[in-house]
């Protein structure tokens, strides 16, 4: 079996918005073969970026694009042709886009694998020790407390017994920093409360605000500093009160190792679509090693959110999924299949592969851009 295509497709909703929400647009990846399978993909990145690293002509023998890389090749041999993507990509990849890119072609060639022999993936990785998983809705901030209070309160309602709050407006001042978490706290009641800060304080700033936000008994403190601030992480999760988690933005396991290496966080947050199963099996490994603990990332379409879900019902602690619950047609309808939690739970998908079905009408529909 040899691959004899690798199809680059760009869906987009109309009328996209100003915020923080990556469920607006995805780029698509298609992995075909010679005997008539096909792997579906994603990355959670800027779609048309990734799609130029796949479609780039070769530059030199570690400048090259990806489709080049891949043609011809064996799809079942994922570790070999990870291996060889890095390689091949040295001058302009390691710890960035590119990564995320890999992470879609790995993601179509574990799907791919899991077809070809009538397996869920989570088996192909070494076997489920979850079939559900307690879910927490993952949704923005309100402008305020008030706001951000009645949306706690719809998504418990839903049937959610954890709620996570994120990103806008947190970081404005210290008075609305704590009127919103105050507003969760009294939307969600007794409920699990996490809170994603995105990446707005210095540390010193962080650890004042997981220090009053630890009144409220919040789960975690979620990407309080920016992303490559090692050194700050490692400082304020030794001082802090509450649980610290990031991980989302990282790429492949030498963007992890640092944090690993230096147990700079209590959560590890992997992305899939960021990553993909090769290199999240590798960090699993790792963070358990350390008996940190693990969770998903995800805020993208169904295609990430069944890959999340294959891979976290391998992790042996796993306690809680990312749900995205944003009303986004690329959330509920890229699949036929609907991916989301009922009653507070999500089950692990069981079909071939990732166990999902691309809509082909609702992908001709917002298809903007397509290469192979």
Request: proline share 4%; aromatic share 8%; hydrophobic share 40%.
């Amino acid at each position: 079996m040899k691959i004899t295509e690798v199809v680059c497709q760009i869906l987009r909703v109309p009328n996209v918005q100003a915020k923080t929400a990556s469920s607006q647009d995805t780029v698509l990846v298609r992995i075909r073969t010679d005997n008539g399978l096909e792997g579906i993909g994603e990355a959670d990145s800027s779609p048309e970026v990734v799609k130029a690293i796949i479609d780039a002509p070769f530059s030199h023998n570690i400048a090259c694009g990806l489709r080049e890389i891949l043609i011809g090749e064996n799809p079942l041999e994922t570790e070999r042709l990870w291996k060889k993507m890095y390689r091949r990509t040295m001058y302009y990849g390691r710890t960035s886009v590119t990564i995320t890119a890999m992470a879609a072609i790995d993601l179509a060639l574990w799907d791919l694998k899991g077809k070809l022999f009538n397996q869920p993936i989570h088996r192909l990785l070494g076997g489920k020790y979850h079939s559900t998983i307690p879910a927490y809705a993952s949704i923005l901030f309100g402008r305020d407390g008030s706001e951000t209070a009645e949306i706690g309160r719809s998504w418990i309602e839903a049937g959610y017994r954890a709620v996570k709050f994120g990103w806008e407006p947190m970081g404005q001042s210290e008075q609305l920093d704590i009127e919103l978490v105050r507003g969760a706290r009294e939307g969600v009641g007794d409920a699990t409360l996490l809170i994603d800060a995105g990446c707005v304080w210095d540390a010193r700033t962080a650890l004042r605000r997981a220090n009053r936000f630890s009144d409220y008994g919040i789960e975690w403190l979620e990407e309080p500093l920016h992303e490559a601030d090692l050194e700050g992480y490692v400082w304020l999760r030794d001082r802090s009160p509450v649980p610290i988690a990031s991980g989302e933005g990282e790429c492949g396991r030498e963007a992890f190792r640092p944090f690993i290496d230096r147990h700079a966080l209590d959560v590890y947050q992997v992305d899939l679509s960021r990553n993909g199963f090769t290199e999240a099996a590798y960090i699993r490994s790792r963070v358990e090693e350390i008996g940190a603990r693990l969770c998903n990332h995800c805020y993208t379409s169904p295609i990430t959110v069944a890959a999340s879900l294959h891979w976290l019902s391998t992790c042996r602690d796993a306690f809680l999924f990312e749900d995205c619950v944003e009303d986004s047609p690329l959330r509920h309808e890229l699949t036929l299949e609907r991916v989301q939690a009922i009653n507070g739970n999500i089950t692990v998908p069981d079909g071939p592969g990732l166990g999902v079905t691309l809509n082909e009408p609702f992908v001709a529909e917002y298809l903007i851009a397509e290469s192979k």
